[in-house]
Nanobody
Framework: QVQLVESGGGLVQPGGSLRLSCAAS????????VGWYRQAPGKGRELVAA???????NSADSVKGRFTISRDNFKSTVYLQMNSLKPEDTAVYYC?????????WGQGTQVTVSS
């Protein structure tokens, strides 16, 4: 059974930091490209950042210089370090892992940036 479990969300003040984790089980994690997506109320889901099996990364322009994605294949976990958070970063953050035709999603974790 494949599971992606996100954690680390919460309420933070503007300018603060959070680190999200996505722990995978049931897959050969090192094969997979993993991405963090977010969905704000009333908006579509958007890609925040992704990391390939080889460690190459890309991120949305809106988070460049503030968010960093990384992975630990030994722990089957991907991280999203989020710094200098803004109210517009408020959303449910989802983890996605895909490889060939295999495509899995986590249940999401809420991030709220508010004073």
């Amino acid at each position: 059974q494949v599971q992606l479990v996100e954690s680390g969300g919460g309420l933070v003040q503007p300018g603060g930091s959070l680190r999200l984790s996505c722990a995978a089980s049931g897959i050969i994690f090192s094969y997979y490209t993993v991405g963090w997506y977010r969905q704000a109320p009333g908006k579509g889901r958007e890609l925040v950042a992704a990391i390939t099996s080889g460690g190459s990364t890309n991120s949305a322009d809106s988070v460049k210089g503030r968010f960093t994605i990384s992975r630990d294949n030994f722990k089957s976990t991907v991280y999203l370090q989020m710094n200098s958070l803004k109210p517009e970063d408020t959303a449910v953050y989802y983890c996605n892992a895909y490889y060939l035709h295999y495509d899995y999603w986590g249940q999401g974790t809420q991030v709220t940036v508010s004073s």
